[in-house]
């Protein structure tokens, strides 16, 4: 069997292009018979396809590897809260900016906003599973919902909710009957047929969910309320901003992407650059314009002018000219003297 790969694509929204999950790697070792793959999926996410039975379930499934890889899975988000879960072997493994290497019965939690990555660059040996739950939410501050067949109580669902969204551990040593949860996981992606163990999947999960919530309470893990304030939403937006500069952004665009409302957005813009939105932009997009000045020599003004966002090269010049007192041509000359 092939996947075929053109079903693993970014998403948008509100503007920000995020990688979902970058995939491809993963797909192409399987390809090529370096690895044994299986996974349950909806969206762009690549696998068997998931039924209406599991709504709010983007993926499970794992992968295999009893042999040295070439590949591995760079920075990327997903479209919900994904565990991480190392059976055995070792997997070099990093979340916002935390390298570690993982061994066999460690599990990540990895959130909506936090970018992370499998392999240095290359992933280790192992069996790797994964489960990623869509809550609704993108950004920190945002209240999540959980899908309808998550059965928890209320109260146990409410102490994991903020446990899990006021703190920010991402690794946990766990137990055998974590162990033994992925692994009856394994055997229920291997012999579902078209959603013939959508109850049996979702029993799993629920069970996972009451696992994980005992080990974090034995954590004795400290609370963080700023966590979750509206500030880091559009700190996130501002540090994803560096890489989608050419959007045709509005500041009314931008407070949409970042979650909040348009006067707090740029309260906090204000507060955490000291620039107004629009100021920031413009800044960040000569800063982008400067670098390829002075590494793409084979580029024209007015296309470097739209690969950074600006609407004309007359435009770009004028404000190019007024922060750095000569035109782009001439800093592309100067530099290159």
Same mark, same amino acid.
């Given at each position: 069997?092939?996947?075929?790969?053109?079903?693993?694509?970014?998403?948008?929204?509100?503007?920000?292009?995020?990688?979902?999950?970058? @995939?491809?790697?993963?797909?192409?070792?399987?390809?090529?018979?370096?690895?044994?793959?299986?996974?349950?999926? /909806?969206?762009?996410?690549?696998?068997?396809? #998931?039924?209406?039975?599991?709504?709010?379930?983007?993926?499970?499934?794992?992968?295999?590897?009893?042999?040295?890889?070439?590949?591995?899975?760079?920075?990327?988000?997903?479209?919900?809260?994904?565990?991480?879960?190392?059976?055995?072997?070792?997997?070099?493994?990093?979340? =916002?900016?935390? &390298?570690?290497?993982?061994? $066999?019965?460690?599990?990540?939690?990895? /959130?909506?906003? &936090?970018?992370?990555?499998?392999?240095?660059?290359?992933?280790?040996?192992?069996?790797?599973?994964?489960?990623?739950?869509?809550?609704?939410?993108?950004?920190?501050?945002?209240?999540?919902?959980?899908?309808?067949?998550?059965?928890?109580? =209320?109260?146990?669902?409410?102490?994991? %909710?903020?446990?899990?969204?006021?703190?920010?551990?991402?690794?946990?040593?766990?137990?055998?009957?974590?162990?033994? @949860?992925?692994?009856?996981?394994?055997?229920?992606?291997?012999?579902?047929?078209?959603?013939?163990?959508?109850? /049996?999947?979702?029993?799993?999960?629920?069970?996972?969910?009451?696992?994980?919530? &005992?080990?974090?309470?034995?954590?004795?893990?400290?609370?963080?309320?700023?966590?979750?304030?509206?500030?880091? $939403?559009?700190?996130?937006?501002?540090?994803? #901003?560096?890489?989608?500069?050419? =959007?045709?952004?509005?500041? =009314?665009?931008?407070?949409?992407?970042?979650?909040?409302?348009?006067?707090?957005?740029?309260?906090? @813009?204000?507060?955490?650059?000291?620039? %107004?939105?629009?100021?920031?932009?413009?800044?960040?997009?000569?800063?982008?314009?400067?670098?390829?000045?002075?590494?793409?020599?084979? #580029?024209?003004?007015?296309?470097?002018?739209?690969? @950074?966002?600006?609407?004309? $090269?007359?435009?770009?010049?004028?404000?190019?000219?007024?922060?750095?007192?000569?035109?782009?041509?001439?800093? /592309?000359?100067?530099?290159?003297?």
């Amino acid at each position: 069997m092939k996947i075929n790969i053109q079903k693993i694509k970014p998403y948008k929204a509100d503007g920000i292009v995020y990688q979902a999950d970058t @995939c491809l790697p993963l797909i192409d070792a399987f390809n090529r018979k370096k690895i044994h793959f299986k996974a349950l999926s /909806r969206h762009s996410y690549p696998g068997d396809r #998931l039924d209406s039975n599991t709504l709010g379930l983007n993926s499970l499934g794992y992968w295999d590897a009893n042999e040295p890889q070439d590949w591995g899975l760079d920075w990327h988000r997903n479209e919900g809260i994904e565990f991480h879960f190392l059976e055995s072997g070792s997997m070099p493994y990093a979340q =916002e900016n935390k &390298e570690v290497l993982l061994t $066999s019965n460690y599990l990540t939690i990895t /959130r909506p906003w &936090e970018v992370h990555k499998v392999g240095n660059p290359n992933i280790g040996l192992g069996k790797f599973y994964w489960v990623i739950l869509d809550l609704g939410v993108r950004r920190p501050h945002q209240d999540w919902v959980w899908p309808d067949w998550i059965t928890l109580t =209320e109260a146990d669902l409410a102490e994991l %909710t903020l446990i899990l969204r006021h703190n920010e551990k991402s690794i946990l040593k766990t137990d055998e009957r974590v162990r033994n @949860c992925f692994k009856r996981i394994n055997s229920a992606i291997n012999t579902d047929n078209n959603g013939s163990n959508a109850s /049996r999947i979702r029993l799993l999960i629920n069970y996972l969910l009451i696992l994980i919530l &005992e080990l974090l309470k034995t954590e004795n893990i400290v609370l963080n309320d700023s966590l979750t304030d509206s500030s880091r $939403s559009v700190q996130y937006f501002l540090k994803e #901003l560096d890489k989608n500069v050419s =959007e045709n952004w509005t500041i =009314e665009k931008m407070a949409q992407s970042a979650g909040v409302g348009l006067t707090r957005f740029t309260h906090h @813009c204000k507060q955490l650059t000291n620039l %107004t939105p629009m100021r920031y932009l413009s800044v960040k997009r000569l800063q982008m314009a400067k670098k390829i000045l002075q590494e793409r020599s084979d #580029l024209t003004i007015t296309e470097i002018a739209y690969m @950074c966002g600006f609407t004309t $090269s007359q435009y770009f010049s004028t404000v190019f000219r007024k922060q750095e007192k000569c035109s782009p041509n001439q800093y /592309r000359n100067n530099f290159l003297d």
